[in-house]
Nanobody, 126 residues
Framework: QVQLVESGGGLVQAGGSLRLSCAAS????????MSWFRQAPGKEREFVAA????????DYADSVKGRFTISRDNAKNTLYLQMDSLKPEDTAVYYC???????????????????WGQGTQVTVSV
């Protein structure tokens, strides 16, 4: 029903910035609550940031709060993650996720999400 495609990953030096994008298709974007997760080698997938229907409600993991900004453009059916002051510990595959909801709001649990992208690699070098 929903297809998600991430882009914008790459190699960056510590302290640098990247902007990830997630293009959604197949269902009304305004009905989807969205999030970013990441998974580093040998580790479990973890929550990064989430945004509700309108973009007004956001939630961030403590590890990225103040450095990352999640946003969405409903007219373009696109989710974004602006990543500033990147650290080597941010190195991971970043996944876009979506959940259909009639309630709205945000969720942190992987089990809450219905659709996932293929991921985009972010590597932060020292």
């Amino acid at each position: 029903q929903v297809q998600l495609v991430e882009s914008g990953g790459g190699l960056v030096q510590a302290g640098g910035s990247l902007r990830l994008s997630c293009a959604a298709s197949g269902r009304t974007f305004g009905m989807l609550a969205m999030s970013w997760f990441r998974q580093a080698p040998g580790k479990e997938r973890e929550f990064v940031a989430a945004v509700g229907w309108s973009g007004a409600i956001t939630d961030y993991a403590d590890s990225v709060k103040g450095r990352f900004t999640i946003s969405r453009d409903n007219a373009k059916n696109t989710l974004y993650l602006q990543m500033d002051s990147l650290k080597p510990e941010d190195t991971a595959v970043y996944y876009c996720a979506a959940r259909f909801t009639v309630v709205g709001g945000t969720r942190r649990s992987i089990r809450e999400y219905d659709y996932w992208g293929q991921g985009t690699q972010v590597t932060v070098s020292v």
